[in-house]
């Protein structure tokens, strides 16, 4: 078991959401953003845009879709969850935990900022290739991800619940043996 980051190691805890492919267009009805804010989008997934609005820009993201949108089975989650929580265990990032649901995966995870990329597209490369030797070929993860800094301890304890609570939703979910602070 990998121990703990130490303070002044200049890496970072950051809350970070994996989606899988297709699962959330630009158009939706949730809210979205427009990459480099090439459109204005008034809202988002806690005040959505008004219904009916930009309906134009999903039917276009579905038409253009290579792959139908991804959504994993329990079995899929438990396998890309272990599979991100072994790679996590080889590299210079310290997992705390991860929850894999139908559409995206959560973690609590530190590191340096300037690596986030790098480990993040190692860990998604890792997984989509545990995934495939298990026999599931198709597409697996949207182009991008999500990592939000953590910014102070109360900031963590509400990542840490939230990112566990998806078990209840049938998440498949993963927490160091350390304490939560």
Known sequence: MQSPPQRGDGRQWFHVVISTYGSWLPGDPRGFRALHHRVHVQGDYKNPPLPGSFVEFRENAKRIMKFPPRKLTVAERAID??????KFAESEAFLFCIAAATTHVHLLVKLRPAAVRTVLGEIKGHAYHAMHQAGYAAKLWAKR????????LRHFRAVYHYILRHASEGAWTWKTEIECP
Do not use: K, M, S, Y
Not at 81 to 86: D, E, F, I, K, R
Not at 145 to 152: C, D, K, Q, T, Y
């Open 145 to 152: 991800f999500r990592a939000l800094p953590v910014e102070n």
């Open 81 to 86: 969850g272990q599979a991100c929580v072994t």
